[in-house]
């Protein structure tokens, strides 16, 4: 199975700060990479699809890159409503459709 | 709009048996595939179980095979996820996920969740 390792696992950020969020694979799964946002209490919400793609309705100070087997995440000019959970999952051929463990994004 | 609604959460014993639904509205049910991924309390999501729109292919975590099985009715346009043996470790919120269009385009719809408590 692809095992998907993210990191960090827990980040401190102020608002209007940009921050990367990486995740890296056990194999190579060409771009079949997505990035989730999950809030307390809440389920998880598509925020980029196939590695660089902007989920439909998902602010563009969200942005994704890479291939192979390293990602990441980007979000620029952050935003209170920011502070959350970001899960990395691979999608790649068929299941286990794996996510990484998550970074927690918080104030400083 | 889409919409997916899971039921049928609930504490249970060690060794019992729980059979989760998701209800689905907004879409053509039967021509999407399917996820149940779970997280357990303050810990991060773990991908269960997957069926195709026909129902004809599964697969599973290998934590649950053999105790878990996932189905669809998709006269009904429900999913199923049907929980044998249940084990402490299972106790979870445990979510349906609509896989979009292609896997490389994600799970772009989840429900709300429902949380399992297995517990003596």
């Known amino acids: 199975d692809i095992q998907m390792t993210q990191f960090p696992s827990s980040l401190s950020a102020s608002v209007g700060d940009r921050v990367t969020i990486t995740c890296r694979a056990s194999?190579?799964?060409?771009?079949?990479l997505n990035w989730y946002q999950q809030k307390p209490g809440k389920a998880p919400k598509l925020l980029i699809y196939?590695?660089?793609n902007l989920q439909s309705g998902v602010t563009s100070r969200f942005s994704g890159s890479g291939s192979g087997t390293d990602f990441t995440l980007s979000i620029r000019s952050l935003q209170p409503e920011d502070f959350a959970t970001y899960y990395c999952?691979?999608?790649?051929?068929?299941?286990?459709?794996?996510f990484g463990q998550g970074t927690k994004l918080e104030i400083k | 709009e889409v919409h997916l609604v899971e039921s049928g959460g609930g504490l249970v014993q060690p060794g019992g048996s729980l059979r989760l639904s998701c209800a689905a509205s907004?879409?053509?049910?039967?021509?999407?595939?399917f996820n149940w991924v779970r997280q357990a309390p303050g810990k991060g999501l773990e991908w269960v179980s997957y069926?195709?729109?026909?129902?004809?292919?599964?697969y599973y975590a290998d934590s649950v095979k053999g105790r878990f099985t996932i189905s669809r009715d998709n006269a009904e346009n429900s999913l199923y996820l049907q929980m044998n043996s249940l084990r402490a470790e299972d106790t979870a919120v445990y979510y349906c996920?609509?896989?979009?269009?292609?896997?490389?385009?994600?799970?772009?719809?989840w429900g709300q969740g429902t949380l399992v408590t297995v517990s003596s």
């Open positions: 996920a609509r896989l979009s269009v292609s896997g490389a385009l994600g799970f772009d719809y």
């Open positions: 907004g879409f053509t049910f039967n021509t999407y595939e």
């Open positions: 069926i195709s729109g026909s129902g004809s292919t599964l």
């Open positions: 194999q190579r799964i060409a771009t079949y």
């Open positions: 196939a590695a660089s």
């Open positions: 999952q691979q999608s790649y051929n068929t299941p286990p459709y794996t």
